[in-house]
């Protein structure tokens, strides 16, 4: 057994199973700062599910999808996804008689699937508002019609294939101490392209689009790039540091780690409170004020292009 950021350290995983056995027998008290601790994680946790889920209806049965908005529903089920198996790893951390090597492997699987998968996507759209942006005209006229859903496909493709991999090899065949790879690919494949679309849109945020709704919708981008570099992306440092270097487990550790890994399900949760906040309206309800930045500002220079 191991935890999800740390696949192969015994020593590690014997020091947070007792960590956890002192918490559950009383020789470390739940003191007050545990306690808060752990209700802000339940708040994020439960936002993030009721704030995804709500895009997901959204989405996928209120309103007719673009080619912006097939991005955001993605995004919305990978980051869904990573807070129900990060849930469901914390009862199998605390509860004994779940505690098991299949339901750890199946936590570590789809967390870090989706995961990546939501850093993947999180680039395209940073990628595809960049391109709008800078080539509006081939970006309204000559952009492939299903070219959004074909990006999530082959994203949702390689995030399975390259964490797959990953797990299999490390902690099925036991022959490569491979975990953390993937998200050093990821770091270096996302980093670079996010940062430099966060830059273009930030210049193109300061000059201040004519159009009123354009600029609102340029900023809600910028504002969730801005949110993964510094809430989601410490997760793929600490995992690659605490896989590539000879770093000693400890319980100080073991508290960055947790801290760490609220940080990413904060960011798992937080685009849809970016979403209403950026697009609401004075006296507007909160469907249509989501529907107004979703639904009709799918091209920031251009009239939105609808596709099924």
């Not at 914390?90 to 098991?100: A, E, N």
């Not at 809430?231 to 690659?240: E, H």
Request: charged residues 10%; contains cysteine; positive net charge.
């Amino acid at each position: 057994m191991g935890n999800l950021l740390y696949l192969n350290n015994e020593e590690q995983t014997n020091l947070e199973l007792r960590i956890v056995k002192e918490y559950e027998d009383g020789i470390i008290p739940f003191d007050l700062g545990w306690n808060i601790w752990i209700s802000i994680s339940l708040i994020i946790y439960c936002i993030g599910f009721v704030g995804n889920g709500y895009i997901i209806w959204l989405l996928g049965f209120q309103i007719k999808r673009n080619r912006f908005t097939i991005f955001i529903l993605h995004l919305a089920i990978a980051d869904s996804g990573f807070l129900a198996s990060i849930v469901i790893y914390k009862i199998h951390l605390f509860t004994y008689f779940l505690r098991s090597n299949i339901l750890f492997l199946f936590c570590a699987f789809f967390s870090h699937m989706m995961y990546i998968n939501a850093n993947f996507i999180l680039t395209a759209i940073s990628i595809d508002r960049c391109v709008a942006v800078l080539f509006p005209i081939w970006h309204h006229c000559s952009r492939p019609k299903g070219l959004s859903s074909m990006v999530c496909v082959l994203l949702w493709i390689s995030s399975f294939l390259l964490t797959g991999s990953i797990v299999l090899f490390t902690n099925v065949f036991g022959k490569y101490n491979l975990f953390g790879l993937h998200f050093l690919v990821t770091a270096i494949v996302s980093l670079p392209l996010i940062i430099l679309s966060t830059l273009v849109l930030f210049i193109k945020v300061c000059v201040k689009p004519k159009q009123k709704n354009q600029g609102r919708l340029l900023l809600m981008i910028l504002i969730t790039l801005l949110c993964f570099l510094i809430l989601a992306f410490p997760l793929n440092v600490l995992v690659v540091i605490l896989n590539f270097f000879s770093i000693q487990y400890s319980p100080d550790l073991w508290y960055w780690r947790e801290g760490v890994l609220l940080l990413s399900c904060l960011n798992s949760s937080i685009n849809p409170v970016i979403y209403f906040l950026v697009g609401r309206k004075k006296r507007a309800q909160t469907k249509e004020s989501v529907k107004v930045i979703l639904q009709k500002n799918s091209n920031p220079l251009t009239r939105p292009l609808q596709q099924k």
